[in-house]
C-alpha cells in the first residue's frame, strides 16, 4: 500500500491561562458564608468602596463584565443577610467578590477539536471557505467546556485562524426551556420510573412543555399526596434533574466566535462537558442545522448529550435516549439515509458500532462495523468524528488504540447507500503522533472529533496528546485511492 501524504500546517493551538471567567467560590458551609458577609458588613461606606475599587483596578481589564457577575453572585448568598437595611451597590458588588474566583479554562489543555463549515460565507472569497472549529478546553480540577475557533481555508489550501480574543463569556441561560413531552417521558421511563407518579404528572401537561409548566404539574402531584411515599420524592426529584439536564443557551450577536464558551451548566455536567463532535446536518428541505454529540460527565457517571444550533449563537442541549446511548464516541452521519438518521458508536469499548433511528433523539439497535484488525488498533477502535460523504463513499476518520495505549488515526470507506458494508480500510495509520507530538498530558496520542473536505482536500485537525491541537491535510485522492486498494 503507498503511504498517503500529509501536509501538516504551521498551525498550533495552544492553551491560555490568560483565559478567565469568574466563578461562584462559596463555602459549602452555611456558617462560614455568614461570617465571611459579616466581615464586609463591618466596613464603613467608604471603606468598602475603596475595598471594591481595589479588586475592580485589579480585575475589570480582564472581563467583559465584571459588575453584573459579582451582582449575581451576591444573589446567591443574599439568603445570609443578618440585616434588614438595604446594601450599597458597592457593597453588594464586594460581597460578590468574596464569593467569587477566576477559573482559567484552558489552562491544563486545548484538545479534541472538530470543524464544519461556518453558517455565514458572506463575503468569502471565492474558492475559500469559511469555517468554526469547537475544542474542548480543560482547567483546574479537568473540568471540560466547548470553546470555539474560527478561520478560512483559501482556495490554496493556506489556514488562516482569526485572532483569538483575551476576553471569554459564558451564554446566558434561557430561564424557562421547553421540552417534548415524548422524549421526556422516554428518558424517565428508560432510567427506571416508569409508575404512576410520573403518569399522574405528564397527564396534566401537553405535547410540548415549560420548566414553569412541570413545576406546576409537580407541585399539584405533591399536594395530592401530602404523605408521600418515597418513590414519589425519587420521581419527582429525578424530574427536576432531567428539566435542568435539558437547556437553552444564547450567545449575543455582538460576541467574536473566540468569545463564546459553553460552560458546564447542569448538575450531570459538573465535572465536564467532553469530546463535542459537531456536524452540519442536511436536512430533507436543503436547510441546514448543527448537531453535536457530547458525553456530560458528573464525576461519577457520564450522560450522552446532543447539541443543535442553526447559528452557533442560540443553543438546545437534550439528552438522548435509548439503550444504545449509555457510552462515549457516538457520531452523527451529516444527513438522514433512505430516511433514517445514522450514527457512529461505542457500545463495548472495543469495536466501532453503527445505528440508525426514525428520530435523532432516539437510538436503539446498535450493530458491529468495525472490530479492530491491525495490531495499531489491537486493543480499540472507534470514530473521530462525523462521516465524511464522498463520491466513492462514507469516508470515516477512525482512531485506534495499540501497544503502549499509543492512538494513531486510520480511515474507513463505507457503501453510501448501506452504510453497515465496509469497502475500504487502511491498514496503516492515516496520522501517528511524532516528535513532540508524543509528549503531553496523555502521551502518544492523535486524536480528532471532527474533519471536513475542501475542495480535493481532507482538513483534519487533531489534538496532540492531551495538551493542544494543530491542523493537517490530505490529498483527498490519494487517500480514495489508497483506501480503494485496499
Known sequence: MKKVKLQRHEVTLLPESN???IRPFIPSDGQRVTTIIARALSLTEAEAEQELAAVKEEFDGRHFDIDSVLYSHFEKVSSKLFTQRPLSRSRQLLVGALFSGEYALESAALFNPSIV????????????????????????????????????ILADGHIHLDPVSRFVTVPEILPNPTYRKDSFVSKLYEMGFDNEWTQGVMEELGDAFSRVDLRKSARLMKSRNRNGTRDLSR?????????????????????AVSERI?????????????????VRFSREDGSFIYYATYT??????????????KDFLNFRILTLNGAAVQNKGMALFPRCIDGQYAMLSRQDDENLFIMFSADPHFWNDAQILLRPAEMWEGVKIGNCGSPIETEEGWLVITHGVGPMRKYCIGAVLLDLEDPTKVIGRLKRPLLSPEGNEREGYVP??????????????????????????????VDLDDLLAALKEE
Open 19 to 21: 483565559r478567565v471567567i
Open 117 to 152: 463549515p461556518h453558517p455565514d460565507q458572506e463575503g468569502v472569497p471565492e474558492g475559500a471557505l469559511r469555517f468554526i472549529m469547537s475544542l474542548r478546553a480543560t482547567g483546574e480540577g479537568h473540568i471540560s467546556s466547548i470553546e470555539f475557533r474560527s478561520g478560512m
Open 235 to 255: 420521581t419527582l426529584e429525578c424530574m427536576q434533574w432531567l428539566a435542568d439536564s435539558n437547556y437553552e443557551v444564547r450567545f449575543s450577536e455582538k460576541l
Open 262 to 278: 459553553i460552560f458546564p451548566v447542569s448538575p450531570n455536567e459538573s465535572n465536564g462537558i467532553e469530546d463535542a463532535r459537531f
Open 296 to 309: 456530560a460527565y458528573n464525576g461519577r457517571a457520564i450522560l450522552p448529550q446532543l447539541i443543535e444550533t
Open 444 to 473: 502518544n496520542v492523535v486524536y480528532s472529533c471532527g474533519s471536513l473536505i475542501h475542495g480535493r482536500r481532507l482538513v483534519l485537525p487533531y489534538a496532540m496528546s492531551d495538551k493542544a491541537s494543530a491542523i493537517t491535510t
